[in-house]
């Protein structure tokens, strides 16, 4: 079952999750930073989680274990710390994978960490083990499993994603946008000014302007901008971005009827290394 997070805040919605479980319920995932929103759960919201969950445990009589998936907790900006989930419930599993700081998406390295408090922590450890051996799941990438304490002191340039996200907040929100500077991750999660997110990703595609529809991901009505676009397309995007959404006020909203064919959008890139698209999905 999927819980939103609360749009005021995009915080967790933490009477909803309680409200979500019930007998049946065996893990709870939780994403910090989030993608796509950006969020950094507070100490605060975590301890509650934290509470929440004991209590949950305590009735079902088994624990109700909490999955922290901490892709991006080390791409966060403005000096900020970033709280582990799992501080604060010993029932947790840590998903980390270098997937993320190394920039290389489709490379499925990473780790699963289990707090020392833990019950029952070394019989789980052994579980994990023979599962991923006997699923094959690390054979893929097993060469650059030795390369796993180097992989520690690379990352992306993280005050370079700082910069580029302080300069397109700024932008998009004077061009008429709704967003949030993210805390963390390299997203940001944008308002379309239509209903259909969906058919105004079609219009910014007209501006050369590709992002990701928010329907895609459980929000619609929004959209998503990477912030690994580089530097020149961001300079290229930002008047897309601005250009569509005069287009979108001048322009009646089609209805979601008439969207059938979305997501074949055009691909051919215009004449000119200056005037290509600018791919922010």
């Known amino acids: 079952m999927k819980v939103p997070v609360r749009r005021d805040t995009w915080d967790l919605d933490l009477a909803a999750i309680e409200a979500a479980i019930t007998e049946r319920t065996r893990m709870v995932i939780v994403n910090s930073p989030n993608n796509p929103t950006g969020r950094i759960y507070p100490p605060e ?11 949950a445990s305590g009735r079902n009589g088994r624990a109700v274990y909490l999955l922290s998936d901490e892709s991006y907790s080390r791409i966060v900006y403005d ?29 499925r390295v990473g780790y699963v960490a289990l707090p020392p408090e833990m019950p029952e922590r070394e019989e789980m450890r052994g579980a994990l083990f023979l599962s991923s051996v006997a699923n094959g799941w690390q054979f893929p990438n097993a060469v650059a499993l030795h390369a796993l304490p180097d992989f520690e002191h690379l990352s992306i340039d993280i005050p370079q994603l700082q910069r580029r996200r302080d300069k397109v907040v700024p932008a998009l929100q004077e061009a008429g946008y709704e967003t949030h500077s993210p805390e963390g991750t390299f997203y940001l999660l944008v308002k379309a000014p239509w209903e259909n997110d969906l058919a105004f990703t079609e219009l910014l595609a007209e501006q050369d302007v590709f992002v990701l529809p928010g329907s895609l991901i459980d929000s619609p009505g929004y959209f998503r901008v990477s912030l690994t676009a580089s530097d020149e397309m961001v300079e290229r995007g930002l008047p897309g971005f601005a250009a569509a959404m005069e287009k979108a006020k001048a322009t009646t909203e089609p209805p979601k009827s008439e969207m059938a064919g979305v997501g074949t959008t055009r691909t051919t890139p215009s004449p000119g290394p200056q005037s290509g698209p600018a791919c922010f999905a």
Do not use: C
Request: net charge positive; proline share 8%; aromatic share 16%.
């Open 79 to 107: 000096g900020r710390d970033f709280p582990t989930p799992t501080r604060f419930y010993a029932d947790s599993f840590l998903i980390y994978t270098y997937g993320k700081t190394l920039l290389t998406p489709g490379t």
């Open 45 to 55: 919201t975590l301890e509650r989680l934290g509470e929440i969950l004991r209590a």
